[in-house]
């Protein structure tokens, strides 16, 4: 149990590290295999694990067939992956839903990750850590945070250089992403 309940309409700024500092994307299909697992696992009780529905041979019509009633546990408003930890900022839409959504998309990867490089053991450095957004000018401040992470690590000297964050569909490059940020301002008045 968590310390503070994570409520159902409020926004989070949702972190989690690896063990150790241990680098756990090294390859841009290592951060695209995250990316489509926030996708995927965004949405309700899904029928099939992300391993079996990536064998479809047919996945554009499968999602379709099995997910378009599907409601969302979370929205997405804004992510970025480093080589050792990830940050989101998630919406939560349905009880438990930001604990289910964490749960299925490292213990997924988790999965993948330990299968790919012959590993055993836990990836992530415990549980996940979540703060609550309180005002407009907190999301504002933590998207820019989220965004620039790369540039301060000395990863990259432009924030649109980093392919692994939703920096770019912020600008509008990319039309269809994983983030809904659009009704996002005006936390203050969900009070």
Known sequence: MRKYPLINGKIYHVFTRSIAGYEIFRSDREYDRMLNLLKYYKMENPPLRFSVFEELKDKGNSYHKYFDFKEDLVEIIAYCFMPTHIHLILKQLKKGGISVFMSNVLNSYTRYFNNKTKRRGPLWEG???????DSDEQLLHL???????????????????????????FLGEIEEGVCNYSDILNVDSEK
């Not at 945070?145 to 000395?154: I, R």
């Not at 432009?158 to 920096?167: H, I």
């Open 143 to 169: 998207t820019r945070y989220l965004h620039l992470n790369p540039v301060t690590a000395n990863l990259i000297n432009e924030p649109q250089d980093w392919q692994f964050s939703s920096y770019k569909e």
């Open 127 to 133: 549980r996940f850590k979540n703060v609550e957004v």
